[in-house]
């Protein structure tokens, strides 16, 4: 993309609304605009970082077996009648009513169509286990919306809702969404902790919290720090094989890591007292077992082995899409801007040209461009006619991993300037050099 034909809207200023830097840079960076409380445009720059987050996201999710669908935004009352949830939900719960007089509602999650959905087509345990999931815009009228896209009203979220004969299987999904959101969340270049977290008025339950570390989260938490050091890497994973995710699951869930809900003061005094840490956390996710509780009143049952029907035991699995982009920012910024990793980046790499009009200094721009995209990457080259230090300033704020600097003097010798954002070192080399490094 060629910045001058781009829609970046950079502020120069800081915005007075925005109290924490994620949200800060994202409307800076020109990323995002606020239409109304918790409700935000997503601009060109923010679209695309939202877009490869939730690439990602399907990515993991297939790879794991999960099987993706699309249900809608708007939502009968009646099934959340059937549920029970209608009157518990409370003032979250935007209900709209329509010309009929019909009651309806924005969905602020997905359990009931997911299940009528299952009734409606499933009815044998010849077709457990199943998983399926969408990626789709929640509301939820949040009463302090704020922090950006951290928590607002409308949030891009990914929800998978598994069905399975036995709570053995059923603890195997759960297993295996955790599993895939620890290979999602270090794909974008995060660390995320499971922290057993609360179950809510049901209780007895599991559910974990994926939680991102970092002073301006909402959550309070406590974990022993050696769970800081344990990383998912490049391991095979089956996801079929059962002891593998269980003993994955064990290895990253076996050390005290919880939220302030579930807390236990004595067993945390029992950390070694120079690993004990209390802290704050942004919550990207949630996994949940919940047994029977949907399936059972809204009677999604399937014949089992034996001809009996039995309700099919549920979990729900959320990852919070948009939130990771401020969660993501969070974790890696500046004071000049953010820092992206190299797995979310909205362009590969940025193109600095130091002397635009100047016939030299714009073939090699283009030249390098061309380069980067025949191999596939998505450059931004800021071809505009402005002085170099508005272009640094800009490129810092958007944070590509990379920057490819040219002008006339380095030209004269054959090189151009290859800076990361990340280190801020900056290296002369030809300028195929640079692109073989970037790419
Ligand atoms: P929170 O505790 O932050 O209110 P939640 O526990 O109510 O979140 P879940 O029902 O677990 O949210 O939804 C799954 C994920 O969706 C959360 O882990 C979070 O990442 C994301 N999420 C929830 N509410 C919002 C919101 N208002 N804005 C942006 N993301 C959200
Ligand atoms: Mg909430
Ligand atoms: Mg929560
Ligand atoms: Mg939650």
Redesign the pocket.
């Known amino acids: 993309m060629r910045l001058s034909r781009y829609f970046l809207p950079v502020l120069k200023e800081n915005p007075a609304e925005a109290q924490i830097v994620s949200h800060r840079y994202m409307l800076r960076a020109g990323m995002i605009k606020q239409q109304t409380a918790g409700i935000y445009s997503w601009l060109p720059l923010g679209f695309k970082v939202l877009r490869k987050l939730e690439n990602i996201v399907h990515e993991e999710q297939q790879r794991a077996g999960h099987i993706p669908l699309l249900m809608p935004t708007l939502q009968s009352a009646d099934l959340w009648r059937e549920s029970g949830r209608y009157d518990d939900y409370g003032e979250e719960m935007l209900r709209i009513t329509d010309r009929h007089g019909r009651d309806m509602l924005y969905g602020p999650?997905n359990e009931e169509v997911i299940t009528d959905i299952f009734r409606a087509h499933v009815s044998s345990y010849k077709d457990l286990p199943l998983t399926l999931y969408h990626i789709q815009w929640k509301f939820?009228d949040?009463i302090r919306p704020r922090f950006g896209?951290?928590?607002?009203?409308e949030?891009f979220?990914k929800d998978g809702y598994t069905f399975d004969l036995t709570k053995e299987d059923a603890l195997h999904a759960y297993n295996r969404h955790l599993v895939s959101y620890l290979r999602t969340y270090e794909r974008m270049g995060l660390q995320a902790l499971p922290m057993r977290a609360d179950s809510g008025p049901i209780g007895g339950d599991d559910t974990h919290?994926f939680l991102v570390l970092a002073d301006t989260g909402?959550s309070e938490v406590f974990y022993d720090n050696a769970v800081t050091d344990i990383r998912l890497g490049a391991r095979e994973i089956d996801y079929d094989d059962k002891p593998q995710c269980q003993s994955i699951m064990e290895e990253f869930t076996a050390l005290y890591a919880r939220t302030d809900e579930t807390h236990d003061e004595a067993l945390f005094n029992q950390i070694p007292e120079a690993r004990r840490r209390s802290a704050r956390g942004i919550?990207?996710?949630?996994i949940f077992y919940f047994g029977t509780k949907y399936s059972e009143p809204m009677g999604a049952t399937v014949q089992g082995p034996d001809g009996k029907p039995v309700p099919v035991h549920m979990g729900s699995h959320?990852?919070?899409v948009?939130?990771l982009v401020g969660a993501i920012i969070e974790a890696s910024h500046d004071d000049k801007g953010i820092i992206w990793p190299e797995g979310v980046t909205p362009f590969h790499c940025g193109i600095v040209n130091l002397k635009q009009g100047d016939e030299d200094v714009d073939a090699a721009c283009n030249q390098i461009y061309a380069a980067l995209r025949a191999v596939g990457l998505d450059p931004l080259y800021d071809d505009r006619k402005e002085r170099a230090g508005g272009k640094f300033a800009t490129m810092d704020l958007i944070g590509l991993p990379w920057r490819i600097t040219v002008g006339p003097r380095g030209l004269k010798n054959g090189v151009v300037e290859l800076t990361s954002r990340r280190t801020g070192e900056s290296v002369e080399m030809s300028a195929e050099e640079a692109v073989k490094k970037v790419a």
Request: glycine fraction near 20%.
């Open positions: 999650t939820r949040e896209v951290m928590r607002g009203r949030f979220m919290e909402e919550e990207v996710g949630q959320g990852i919070g948009s939130r």
